[in-house]
């Protein structure tokens, strides 16, 4: 080791400026890698969190809003004056059967945690139960308007309604605590990259001078 030094004090002055400035030059090109890999990780992030989280969110909060416009316009389908009226409302119900259908199909592609699966078979079983109540009440609704109304409002008619909601509420509600810890996830990791930046900063400097 002491000969190792020695040798090296006997150096020029060229070369110890070569050799520092090539352990400059090394770890600038280390530290260009460590960036460009973070970065790229960063944009992972990034990307799963818009695709996978807020997007598949976005179609849950949709879906409820659909299903809130079915039991409008049903109500509305009820309370319409003439026929002409009903059938525009029962129109409306029909396309927010299918907006609930396109959001929720969308949201499958971007739930993979097993809790959220399982929450959005349930919420299927129970729009199940529920959109038959629905296709009931408009038969009903096109014989007998008067038993329509009063299978409307029964408690299980009504029940049946809601716990569809929750269900899909709860999917949702989920997901997005899942959003906001893998963003919190992805913050961290973008602190704890800045800090070895710095280090591999300073550490190069270091070397060279």
Same mark, same amino acid.
């Given at each position: 080791?002491?000969?190792?030094?020695?040798?090296?004090?006997?150096?020029?002055?060229?070369? &110890?400026?070569?050799?520092?400035?090539?352990?400059?030059?090394?770890?600038?090109?280390?530290?260009?890698?460590?960036?460009?890999?973070?970065?790229?990780?960063?944009?992972?992030?990034?990307?799963? !969190?818009?695709?996978?989280?807020?997007?598949? *969110?976005?179609?849950? &909060?949709?879906? =409820? !809003?659909?299903?809130? &416009?079915?039991? =409008?316009?049903?109500?509305?389908? !009820?309370?319409?004056?003439?026929?002409?009226?009903?059938?525009?409302?029962?129109?409306?119900? +029909?396309? @927010?059967?299918?907006?609930?259908?396109?959001?929720?199909?969308?949201?499958?592609? =971007? !739930?993979?945690?097993?809790?959220?699966?399982?929450?959005?078979?349930?919420?299927?079983?129970?729009?199940?139960?529920?959109?038959?109540?629905?296709?009931?009440?408009?038969?009903?609704?096109? #014989?007998?308007?008067?038993?329509?109304?009063?299978?409307?409002?029964?408690?299980?008619?009504?029940?049946?309604?809601? +716990? @569809?909601?929750?269900?899909?509420?709860?999917?949702?509600?989920? &997901?997005?605590?899942?959003? #906001?810890?893998?963003?919190?996830?992805?913050?961290?990791?973008?602190?704890?990259?800045? =800090?070895?930046?710095?280090?591999? *900063?300073?550490?190069?400097?270091?070397?060279?001078?």
């Amino acid at each position: 080791m002491m000969s190792f030094l020695l040798a090296l004090e006997r150096l020029r002055l060229a070369g &110890k400026l070569a050799i520092g400035f090539g352990v400059m030059l090394l770890g600038t090109i280390g530290l260009g890698l460590y960036s460009l890999q973070t970065q790229d990780l960063l944009e992972q992030d990034i990307h799963s !969190i818009a695709e996978a989280d807020l997007r598949g *969110l976005s179609n849950l &909060k949709d879906a =409820r !809003i659909e299903l809130a &416009k079915m039991g =409008r316009a049903l109500r509305q389908a !009820i309370l319409a004056p003439d026929i002409a009226e009903r059938d525009r409302a029962l129109a409306q119900l +029909a396309e @927010a059967e299918s907006g609930i259908h396109r959001e929720v199909e969308e949201a499958r592609l =971007r !739930i993979f945690r097993e809790e959220n699966r399982a929450n959005l078979a349930q919420f299927e079983d129970t729009y199940a139960a529920y959109r038959a109540n629905i296709d009931q009440a408009v038969s009903m609704l096109r #014989m007998t308007p008067g038993d329509a109304v009063a299978f409307v409002i029964t408690p299980s008619f009504q029940q049946i309604g809601a +716990a @569809a909601d929750a269900t899909l509420e709860a999917v949702a509600e989920s &997901k997005e605590t899942g959003a #906001m810890e893998r963003a919190r996830q992805a913050s961290e990791r973008a602190v704890r990259a800045q =800090r070895a930046t710095v280090l591999l *900063l300073l550490g190069g400097s270091g070397f060279g001078l």
